[in-house]
């Protein structure tokens, strides 16, 4: 399985208009560090899976050359997250867009899909598990304000996992259904803040003993320190995305 993360920004994506904090000044004068909200590419031979919607998803389509899906998830209904989904009214194709089936007929209607007969809603059911090709994919729920959907793709030999939005603490039930993955991706979107619907980057470090696996973050906001600076405070305990890693 390869992963491509399209977008690894927070909800505000950087630099953030009308912001002129140390961090989004930094990110106008180098443009490699801009980050578009949260979206990553899951492939697994011919089969590719898109996670998240976030309002960037046009412009990130075009930039990747994406031309091809199987199918789309979405882990909640945050702005964020989802915002993008009317762009595949456009798609050259119907496309498979699975959430949470308690939320389809909230969004049909919030975002006037019913014009849009490409875009066709997938109702995921709580802790039950769908087949694309050859991948498994698993749903699972987190603490996010009430709840969001996890994800986890595998092809047999491999699991990652997507935590997405998650509070803290996390938990023990959570942090045993991810020890054994591979990879485990997790949105932090605050260094040190505290904030019972999200994690942050230094809660974060503190569970990496407990892992067997890779801990990717993603979903980096301007209220962390720079890339240069946060890798040095990370070291070899995560990876820190940035946008186009694969």
Known sequence: ?????????????????????????????????????????????????????????????????????????????????????????????????????????????????????????????????????NLRIDNFIVPHRSYSYAFSFSNGEKEIVYLGDCGWPIPENVIKRINSADIIIINTPFYDREDSAHTNILQVLKITEKLKGKLLLTHISHHSPTPDKLKKIIGNRAILTNDGLE
């Open 1 to 133: 399985m390869k992963i491509r993360f399209l977008g690894t920004g927070a909800g505000e994506g950087i630099p953030v208009i009308g912001c002129n904090c140390s961090h989004c000044i930094y990110a106008k004068k180098h443009p490699e560090v801009r980050r578009d909200r949260t979206a990553f590419i899951i492939e697994e031979k011919k089969t590719k899976l898109l996670v998240e919607t976030p309002p960037d998803i046009r412009e990130i389509i075009l930039r990747y050359d994406i031309t091809d899906l199987d199918a789309v998830f979405i882990s909640h209904t945050d702005y964020d997250h989802i915002a993008g989904i009317y762009e595949f009214k456009y798609w050259k194709e119907p496309v498979d867009i699975y959430l949470g089936s308690e939320w389809i007929e909230k969004i049909y209607e919030c975002y006037n899909l019913k014009r849009a007969p490409k875009v066709k809603l997938k109702g995921l059911k709580k802790n039950k598990f769908i087949n694309i090709e």
